[in-house]
């Protein structure tokens, strides 16, 4: 979107000793002026904190200001990150927060404890979360007593003694702004309901008494007559912020919203002109170039607010409960780290790539660390394990973990048209020509990642996501059963070879000697089991016509899974898994390493063998299944369910997997390997 040009006009005046003063640059058609602007004031505000030297409380500011109003200052500071991108009051921010958290962690620290308390928290509590949303019965109440009029003006208060039968009219702009976006976080929240729309329309037109002349903002109870206090210095600071963020959470109001923030900071940057240093600014921003001789945190904090505030449109919306609590960076940064479920990748722009593709496995290797010294991967972001280290950019095979990742990450970075509500991401895998539909929540533009799925394995729940992987019996082979047989014997082993999702071989685990419960340490401390597994994985292969000789099998597919009857046993938490609330046991190994939960492409195949008589993995389910629509597979970490579909010739139609996937950084990856930097 492109910013109006506007641009202020410099003022040019003496001070008393002499000294020439400037007001600040600032041109609203420029993102870098604005920053510019924003980076100045920001300055001179934290110049008024010394919370951050010795001898003084982190998060207080000296007198004569009160506790909230460090806490609101603190609030700018969080916007000015958000807007500008410039950490460099982060750590100040930071500590002064995490101080004045109080041992409860609900902002009401011992050293406070004569403040007034809610609004004062209150102020605090708004700088650490997103504006909350006001309830029905708020607006009911407010409306009701006549705090808040037909016109959609707010009044300041009343006195409950008398039951808030006499109103005190006088209006300030920090409660229409509360208000504002309350209104619009409830627009936002019950999905655009006309109710909640016919509010915010009339809350923005209610503005109009606080920009009485050319749309420049004013706090009109004190400000002409000179008796705004140290408190009310600040106030148009509130305002600005909530008009910003309401053009996010109601962005019909963006254009009613900029018209009259853009000529406030016009106004707000030509009365930076005083002080000391010839830049401070004033309050009374209709008075042109002429400081009006007042200055301090409220009114630095009210000018840095109302010009970022312009930056509104090149930021994403706050947020919330569905999309997380931190922010997030510039996908066009060049790589993207996500963890998918039991997986973790990094995924990639193609664009952001060399042009030659030839170029591609160096990089690839150098940025995940391999090779490493004891396969720990420490020079670069691998995690040793092959479920850590995965790039989503294979040319012989499918990972199904990384496959949950890419429908968000096409919504959150813009390759995709981002609708509200449930979204399904149509995703062709170039590997298998094959297409796979991936349906997940978007709120507010992005994403979900926040929700209440849970994955054994992982910590914590997720927005569930349901990729349906359409037609994939012989992806890779062209048939689901690449040799033919329903059983094969390779090293004197009964295995079936099933091609679903990706190539699989699976055994009974008791026909290699091992009990099929055993978990990941316990193979790898096994003296041969390794080297026969991967001997059975190479004899397959080259009767799956996966590849013309055992030395050429590809490390990747085909991958290996010993089965076994269902069993109560012991995970890798250390709790027990009942044996009734799973139809089978598996235990796969992936890149030759036996893998912590279940990969999906072995969970997908694992489903469809289920179904067919005579294979393997269909003897080792017995009875009634844990739920007839699914396969329940039992593995280290706990169980994962899989649907598989067959029409009535017995073919499969599709598999559909639940998986959650969340954003962990977005941002460039430094590699330097024999002189080549990237």
Request: proline share 4%.
């Amino acid at each position: 979107m492109r910013l109006p040009k506007v641009t202020a006009s410099v003022a040019i005046a003496l001070l008393a000793d002499g000294r020439v003063a400037q007001a600040i640059n600032l041109d609203l058609g420029s993102i870098d002026s604005i920053k510019s602007a924003a980076r100045t004031i920001a300055f001179d505000m934290m110049s008024f904190y010394n919370g951050n030297t010795t001898g003084n409380i982190p998060g207080n500011l000296p007198g004569p200001y009160y506790w909230w109003e460090a806490g609101a200052m603190f609030g700018a500071m969080i916007d000015y990150w958000y807007y500008t991108g410039d950490t460099t009051y982060n750590d100040i921010t930071t500590q002064a927060m995490l101080f004045q958290v109080g041992p409860n962690n609900d902002y009401m620290t011992p050293n406070q404890t004569k403040t007034e308390g809610n609004d004062d928290q209150g102020f605090w509590g708004l700088a650490a979360m997103s504006a909350a949303e006001w309830a029905e019965k708020t607006w009911d109440w407010m409306t009701g007593v006549g705090l808040l009029d037909n016109s959609y003006y707010v009044y300041d208060g009343s006195d409950l003694t008398i039951n808030c039968s006499n109103v005190n009219h006088l209006q300030w702009t920090y409660n229409a702004g509360a208000f504002l976006l309350g209104a619009a976080n409830m627009y936002n929240y019950t999905n655009g309901s006309s109710k909640w729309q016919e509010r915010v329309n009339g809350m923005v037109k209610g503005l109009d008494v606080f920009f009485p002349a050319n749309n420049i903002m004013q706090e009109v109870a004190c400000e002409n007559n000179g008796k705004c206090d140290v408190d009310q210095h600040s106030f148009k600071a509130y305002l600005a912020r909530w008009m910003a963020a309401t053009t996010k959470m109601a962005p019909f109001t963006y254009d009613a919203i900029m018209a009259k923030l853009t000529p406030s900071a016009q106004a707000a940057a030509q009365q930076c002109s005083g002080g000391n240093n010839g830049r401070m600014c004033g309050l009374k921003w209709q008075s042109g170039t002429a400081w009006d001789g007042t200055t301090g945190v409220g009114q630095e904090m009210a000018a840095l607010e109302v010009i970022q505030s312009n930056l509104i449109a090149q930021v994403r919306g706050p947020v919330t409960n569905s999309t997380g609590g931190t922010s997030k960076g510039d996908y066009s940064a060049g790589t993207t780290s996500v963890c998918g479920s039991t997986s973790r990748a990094i995924i990639f722009r193609e664009e952001h790539l060399l042009a030659d593709r030839a170029a591609w496995p160096p990089i690839f290797r150098g940025i995940i660390g391999s090779p490493g010294p004891n396969g720990r991967q420490l020079d670069g972001m691998g995690g040793g394990k092959s479920a850590l280290t995965w790039i989503s950019i294979d040319y012989s095979s499918n990972c199904g973990n990384v496959t949950s990742t890419i429908g968000p990450f096409a919504v959150d970075s813009g390759l995709v048209q981002r609708k509200e509500g449930m979204a399904t991401v149509r995703i062709h895998n170039t590997n298998m020509g094959k297409i796979i539909y991936s349906t997940f929540p978007v709120v507010d533009g992005e994403a979900a990642s926040s929700g209440g799925f849970a994955i054994d394995g992982v910590a914590g729940t997720a927005a569930k996501i349901k990729p349906a992987f359409i037609n994939i019996a012989g992806l890779k082979t062209g048939k689901m059963l690449p040799t033919g047989n329903i059983t094969d014997t390779c090293e004197g082993v009964e295995a079936t070879c099933v091609d679903v999702g990706s190539p699989c071989i699976f055994i009974q685990a008791e026909g290699v000697g091992i009990a099929g419960t055993i978990l990941p340490d316990g193979v790898d401390a096994h003296p041969t089991l390794h080297k026969t597994l991967e001997s059975i994985r190479r004899k397959a292969a080259v009767a799956m016509g996966i590849c013309k000789d055992e030395a050429s099998t590809p490390g990747s597919i085909p991958k290996i899974a010993m089965v076994s009857w269902s069993a109560s046993h012991k995970l890798l938490s250390g709790e027990t898994i009942q044996g009734n609330t799973i139809d089978l046991v598996v235990r796969a190994l992936s890149v030759g390493q036996p893998h912590r939960a279940a990969p999906i492409t072995v969970a997908l195949a694992t489903a469809a063998a289920a179904n067919l008589k005579g294979l393997t993995v269909h003897a080792n389910v017995s009875g009634e299944r844990v739920d007839s629509d699914v396969s329940t597979i039992g593995h280290s970490s706990g169980k994962i369910t899989v649907g598989a579909k067959f029409d009535d010739r017995g073919s499969l139609t599709h598999a559909t997997v639940f998986r959650t996937a969340k954003r962990r950084m977005d941002g460039f990856v430094y590699l330097k390997r024999n002189g080549l930097t990237v």
